[in-house]
């Protein structure tokens, strides 16, 4: 089975600062990888995927991630956090890009703060 | 808009009771999942289903039951053996035959207790 772990299980950054988000994998075949965000009491909301096409990822709300093959990561960055920002995130794998399955393994989440 | 519909939005269980979340897509999608959420837990895979009237257990199905009668709907019931049910239950759908690269789409989510 997959694995993610998720480095820093809170980060606070000021308003207009850089955020940084981490994600290490375990497969060593490289799968595909999503970030996901998640507002209080709602859903997951899906940022950017990563499925080879290229390394460095671009989502939505300003977010990208880059694909690092050499140090199984896939960190999320932005370049200047906002209010808004603020919210839970996770990273996930997919099973193996031959499967069909579709099962998702999600780490354990990073809560943003967002300071004014 | 197409999506999925979670309800209710909040539930209360008693001791001894069986209770029933509804998952309802109209996203057309194959692939069906339901997650359980705890703090600091990350989601955790319950049940999911590729197709109607077929369903496996996911990686903690002890006190759970599914059922997939109709491609829509995913039902998850929460049975009186699952002895810790409060959490926030999430359920959702994927196109199926496209490969491991579509992403899961979410609901917005059940938040059990018990009283």
């Known amino acids: 089975a997959q694995s993610v772990t998720q480095l820093g299980s809170h980060v606070s950054v000021s308003e207009g600062a850089l955020v940084l988000l981490r994600c290490n994998y375990s497969s060593s075949v490289p799968p595909y990888l999503f970030w996901y965000v998640q507002y209080p009491n709602q859903g997951l909301q899906l940022l950017l995927k990563?499925?080879?096409?290229?390394?460095l990822v671009k989502g939505i709300n300003g977010f990208e991630a880059e694909f690092k093959k050499s140090e199984t990561s896939f960190h999320l960055t932005k370049p200047s956090a906002h209010m808004s920002d603020a919210a839970e995130y996770f990273c996930?794998?997919?099973?193996?890009?031959?499967?069909?399955?579709?099962?998702?393994?999600f780490g354990r989440g990073t809560q943003l703060t967002v300071w004014p | 808009d197409g999506g999925i519909t979670q309800s209710p939005k909040y539930l209360f269980r008693k001791e001894g009771q069986n209770v029933t979340l509804s998952c309802e897509q109209n996203l057309n999608h194959d692939a069906m999942y339901w997650y359980r959420q705890d703090p600091g837990q990350g989601l955790r895979l319950i049940y999911y289903?590729?197709?109607?009237?077929?369903?496996q257990k996911g990686d903690i199905a002890e006190g759970y039951s599914v059922s997939r009668e109709k491609k829509e709907s995913f039902p998850l019931t929460v049975t009186s053996a699952q002895k810790n049910p409060t959490a926030f239950y999430l359920c959702?759908?994927?196109?199926?035959?496209?490969?491991?690269?579509?992403?899961?789409?979410f609901g917005d989510g059940t938040r059990l207790s018990i009283l």
């Open positions: 959702a759908s994927r196109p199926s035959g496209q490969g491991a690269g579509q992403p899961q789409h």
């Open positions: 289903s590729q197709i109607v009237n077929d369903f």
């Open positions: 990563y499925t080879s096409a290229a390394t």
């Open positions: 996930a794998v997919s099973e193996d890009r031959g499967s069909t399955l579709g099962r998702l393994y």
